[in-house]
């Protein structure tokens, strides 16, 4: 029996030292420290010795049991010593190698289209007023001859707060009230860029948070003449080399008259497309000249003075600019379609 001991021993720490890995090591020890192991079977037949050879046996089992379990310790640490030295090896740095070069971030195409926006009406005298993104009711819609239950309303998908009376602005005409009753009565000649909000179904051609840069000019003599005139030199400059553009009448309630700007598709170029929805022409901004009732709320006299104003959304531009087909590629995020307007 303490011959059949020692052989077992003398086996396992001869297959111990082949053991590679994880797996092989537990392998190791199930079959020799186990329970149903070759060390825990042969001590089974301890109580079928003569009692007077049971302590030595008994001795001898512990001692190798010991010895067993000591040697496996020893080896789980050198494994494990093994695999720290090469991960430490896998994973080494060489300082003498040139260093990678750091990915420089750009700035939104967006972005870059509103500062595109700025420059060409700064070049012609405009400046810039930032206004807030939570406006009242009375700003973004009262003050601008929309009292409540008109239904001129329904052009907006307004988005209120919890707040009676506050809302996310719809657009950014609320602009010109705060930006005339600053200056009265001083002559006004500025750009209101901001983010608006509409409760609008995400698609192609829709987004429900958007750029738009309103336009606010008022003065003496100012006519329709001179609004065409500053439209056609801004689509001159942003849409450089396009085929053709349009004036149509339209509606707004600040505005009287009102007009739209229309530039043709450049997408399908003019047999119709969705995003020009099988017209051959694209809306790329409203305008018209400043409605009386809005000077007057705004501090000016209407009989002394006039105005005109337009609003514009930096989406709508940027498509028709790079003949980008779906508004919703510019808040993805996917790095793909970023990285081509660097």
């Known amino acids: 029996m303490q011959e059949q001991l020692r052989t077992i021993g003398e086996r396992a720490l001869a297959e111990l030292g082949a053991a590679a890995d994880e797996a092989a090591l537990e392998a190791w020890r199930v079959r020799y420290l186990g329970r149903r192991g070759e060390l825990s079977q042969a001590l089974r037949g301890l109580g079928e010795l003569p009692p007077e050879e049971r302590p030595a046996v008994g001795q001898v089992a512990n001692e190798v049991k010991q010895q067993l379990e000591?040697?496996?310790?020893?080896?789980?640490?050198?494994?494990?010593?093994?695999?720290?030295?090469?991960?430490?090896?896998?994973?080494?740095?060489?300082?003498?190698?040139?260093?990678r070069i750091p990915a420089l971030g750009r700035l939104h195409i967006i972005t870059q289209t509103l500062r595109e926006i700025y420059e060409i009406f700064s070049r012609m005298g405009f400046a810039i007023y930032e206004t807030p993104e939570v406006e009242t009711d009375e700003l973004n819609f009262q003050l601008l001859n929309i009292p409540p239950h008109h239904p001129a309303r329904d052009m907006w998908s307004t988005l209120y707060t919890d707040r009676e009376g506050v809302l996310l602005r719809t657009h950014t005409s609320p602009g010109q009230i705060r930006l005339m009753r600053e200056m009265c009565p001083a002559p006004i000649r500025a750009i209101l860029p901001g983010k608006v909000y509409r409760y609008e179904q995400v698609s192609a051609r829709y987004e429900f948070m958007l750029h738009q840069v309103e336009g606010l000019v008022v003065g003496k003599n100012i006519h329709m003449s001179d609004l065409k005139g500053v439209l056609e030199a801004f689509a001159r400059q942003v849409f450089a080399g396009m085929r053709r553009w349009r004036f149509r009448g339209s509606y707004f309630p600040f505005t009287e008259p009102s007009m739209e700007m229309d530039i043709e598709c450049v997408i399908c170029g003019g047999p119709g497309c969705p995003v020009c929805k099988y017209?051959?022409?694209?809306?790329?901004?409203?305008?018209?000249?400043?409605?009386?009732?809005?000077?007057?709320?705004?501090?000016?006299?209407?009989?002394?003075?006039?105005?005109?104003?337009?609003?514009?959304?930096?989406?709508?531009?940027?498509?028709?600019?790079?003949?980008?087909?779906d508004i919703r590629?510019?808040?993805?995020?996917?790095?793909?379609?970023?990285?081509?307007?660097?």
């Open 70 to 99: 000591a040697a496996y310790a020893a080896r789980r640490t050198a494994l494990a010593e093994e695999a720290v030295a090469r991960a430490f090896e896998a994973e080494r740095v060489d300082v003498t190698l040139p260093g």
């Open 279 to 325: 017209s051959g022409w694209v809306e790329i901004l409203g305008s018209g000249m400043v409605h009386p009732r809005v000077l007057q709320n705004g501090g000016y006299d209407p009989a002394v003075y006039s105005g005109f104003a337009f609003g514009m959304g930096a989406e709508r531009i940027t498509m028709l600019k790079y003949g980008i087909n």
């Open 329 to 342: 590629y510019f808040f993805s995020n996917d790095p793909r379609f970023l990285a081509q307007f660097g």
